[in-house]
């Protein structure tokens, strides 16, 4: 990932900026209150605060947005990571009877991570990204949050982007936060397709009937695939990658190709594919296009109730670039090198700034509009509200219902 | 539970009713006294029996005609219910107990185990899965009628989906099971049960899932009915620990729970006797000579790339650690290995120490975490892109594995064996022969079931027989501590104190069973 002049070195200079002008604290406190509908869900929750010097503190947890406001103002946190609801507030947890401190809830959440593609892409590897990999996780998105909402009926989907590699979704349902352990292991397995380590070659094996969840998926990796995988990867254009594909295809089959595609020719290609795949039972060529652009789900990241995840708007310390919300509306035109860092949100913020001061505006007018409205993180903070606002349908009904059965009218 | 010394009471009162169906949810503990000695018989058979159910689950598929039969043939020698369709009267003239009385045995003990079971996190998993599996295989042999009776009987009330609700969704059915036709379609009930409550289903992606609902035929209710026994199980567990102080301040009871919950663990390795008995030095040589192939796989792929991931620094840590390093010399040894990779030693301290110290119970809840059993390598944490742990018979593509073990230089007629072991699922038995070859043994007297354990006989037999480190746990072992002895004898007692045996062989009494570490 092109560097762009980021250096860690700014940090300790921008981050209490950033933290003072720009991080959204009364739409993240109105997210984590989940609408005050359960009691001390925001007092109960763990955030963990990675410092200066990589020094990782954990069981943070605050009374109000207030007392979140002032102490990461005071402690200037590198990275924030959002954890689970506990039973008691996580910063007495020492003073609570051994046993009964635990986990109770948290949104459902998966991560993906360019990492865990590097046997397919060829553009980059490990933690460098480019917009022809980029791809990867644009499909992903598509997959992840079609299944999640027509499968298994959740609502409230928040796509952020980690600020490198990756990107992360958080269900915020109801429903989802309340799920158990296994749960949450068998809703990941149930997205998961590619199996296999280093050791496996063929890390897709699909079986006749092909589940309904396959064959979505199946078409949306096809939307993409002749473009990404023929055109950008370029997997059937050198040696190297072509035997990685071949590697992949089922012997008898595997000299018809041979001979093609060592002539170049990729109609013929595709005519073969079609007419192999009369013969029931085969689904080589579905099988490849899963393998090279299917999602790569961490299991262990969704399994756990009280797996720590970076937070959405937190600032990451590698790239400098702030982990935004995504819109989906426009996730095929999302690029992730283009997001505002750190620098470029806190310094188009000052020179702002300066120039309503030159106008002599009210002062207190100023403060009134929260300085992101100024930046490039206006649109990212405006889709957050956005999700919020749709969040909040949801327990506006469970105020109702409480407040009729409190007779609180 | 009352319990009166060692009178018998005999029961009159009309329990016929409450075993009137031979399988149940365990929802009412028993109310009736008895004596210790029954009170001890029926826990340890059924402790048999669970370790039998654990022992078939790794070597044969669930439910295939090879696990029924033997698991039939076990719950019959420790007169446990085994033929839902016999009818609970007394007066039927049977050999042995009958029908009634092994389903208070069953009742009873279920409950016993439950004391001992509930009071780790360990402890209750292990006998939720057993249990889990018993019931799939008790259900499994009811008759239709029967399975709906039980489900109307326990208020699983799911609800159907209309006809014009099922055509439209016809071809979306057929698809997401192998056991649905068109035929299954219209023939059937369907229900529609939030996925919560059909995880085993939903994980294997064996339904049809839409807006958050399975679509099950009535054919299929097994997976919805296990997994509410399993949650109404752990449920039960969490409070039965609550009531534990009360139980354990009987004098007669704490001693026989504690030995039960011991005894399913056997040897666990997470007692270190024999701390610093090895150098760092000699891992190397070690790894090819005396480690099973999931640890030499790791410690391969350790010197090669000088970092290992999560799941591979975890299995093989925890191994080093059973084998006898030190948390001093486990430190030194990854820390060397990943500064030579892209890790400098600032960042292992900053990063990968911690885990290491944690392992060995010194961070966080101080759990001194067990070294992991081949159960536990095969069945959970699959390995993904990038990462080298797992069981290489059960993770590793059959032409790697070949590929492999020939260039470890194993015969090709060994290899074949091994393969066709794989191909049969017998994993830990391909790993054995896998011990066999390298060896150059006839065949291992052991069963095995952990990595550390392979360690163990590994050393001993390179060692001539002779014990290099002192073992711990199974009394006989540990009286073998001087030179060498006949190679029979040592197949003799290994055998007869290895629990995973077996069982209609083992004819081991009830206080060697029991024999504390």
Known sequence: ?409 | MQFSGRRRKVITSPQVELYGQALQFYGQPPLENMSLSEFESFAVDRLKLLKTIENLGVSYVKLSDDYKRKLDNESRNLNFPYRPDAVPDDRKSQVGPSEYEKRRKDHISHFILRLAYCQTEDLRRWFIQQEVDLFRYRFNGLQPKQKVEFLHKNNLQYDTISVEEKKTLQDKLVNSSHNVSGITVEDQDFYKVPFQDALDLVRTRKVYLKAGYVYIPHQDIVAIVLNDFRTRLSKALALTARSLPAVHSDERLQPLLNHLSHAYVGQDYSIQKNVGKISLEQIDSLSVKSFPLCMRQLHQALRDSHHLRHGGRMQYGLFLKGIGLSLEQALQFWRSEFIRGKVDADKFDKAYAYGIRHMFGKEGKRADYTPYSCMKVILSNLPSQGDHHGCPFRHSDPELLKQKLQFYKVSPSGISQILELVKGMHYQLACQKYFELTHSIEEASFSLNHPNQYFIESQRVLGGGKDIKREVGTPQRSQENSAARGSTTDREAAAAANAAKDLPEMTEDLDSFFQDA
């Open chain 1, 1 to 409: 990932m092109p560097s762009s002049g980021y250096d860690a070195a700014c940090l300790p200079d921008l981050l209490p900026l950033y933290y003072r002008r720009l991080f959204p604290f009364a739409q993240y406190h109105r997210w984590l209150n989940y609408g005050g509908v359960q009691k001390n869900y925001f007092q109960n929750r763990e955030f963990s605060f990675t410092l200066k010097d990589d020094i990782y503190v954990r069981y943070q947890s605050f009374s109000t947005q207030t007392e979140l406001e002032k102490e990461m103002l005071k402690m200037n946190p590198y990275k924030i990571d959002v954890g689970a609801i506990y039973s008691h507030r996580p910063n007495q947890h020492n003073t609570v009877k051994s046993g009964t401190f635990q986990a109770l809830e948290k949104e459902l959440v998966f991560d993906i991570d360019m990492t865990d593609y590097d046997d397919v892409r060829s553009c980059c590897s490990a933690a460098e990204i480019c917009s022809k990999c980029w791809t990867l996780m644009t499909i992903a998105v598509h997959i992840l949050d079609r299944a999640l909402r027509d499968d298994f009926g959740f609502q409230h989907l928040l796509w952020v982007y980690s600020g490198r590699r990756g990107v992360h979704c958080w269900v915020c349902d109801e429903a989802a936060r309340k799920l158990s352990v296994a749960a949450r292991s068998a809703v990941a397995e149930y997205l998961s397709l590619v199996k296999g380590g280093d050791e496996t070659v063929k890390k897709v094996v699909l079986t006749d009937p092909l589940h309904p969840f396959i064959r979505e998926s199946l078409a949306v990796v096809e939307r993409y695939f002749p473009q990404y995988a023929l055109h950008e990867q370029e997997i059937l254009s050198r040696k190297e990658s072509v035997d990685k594909v071949l590697a992949l295809v089922p012997e008898d089959i595997l000299f018809l190709f041979q001979c093609c595609i060592y002539e170049g020719n990729k109609a013929v290609i595709r005519s073969l594919c079609l007419q192999a795949t009369a013969k029931k039972g085969q689904h080589f060529e579905k099988e490849i296009m899963l393998q090279y652009c299917y999602p790569r789900l961490d299991v262990n990241v969704s399994k756990g109730v009280n797996h720590l995840l970076k937070s959405p708007f937190s600032v990451h310390p590698k790239t400098g670039r702030i982990s935004v919300p995504m819109d989906l509306e426009e996730l095929d035109t999302f690029d992730p090198l283009a997001v505002p860092t750190i620098r470029s949100a806190t310094v188009l913020n000052a020179r702002v700034v300066c120039c309503e001061k030159e106008n002599e505006k009210d002062a207190a007018e100023r403060r009134k509009i929260r300085d992101y409205k100024r930046t490039s993180l206006a649109k990212y903070v405006k889709y957050f509200d956005q999700f919020l606002d749709g969040l909040a349908l949801s327990w506006k009904g469970e105020l109702l219902k409480k407040s009729d059965l409190e007779k609180d009218f």
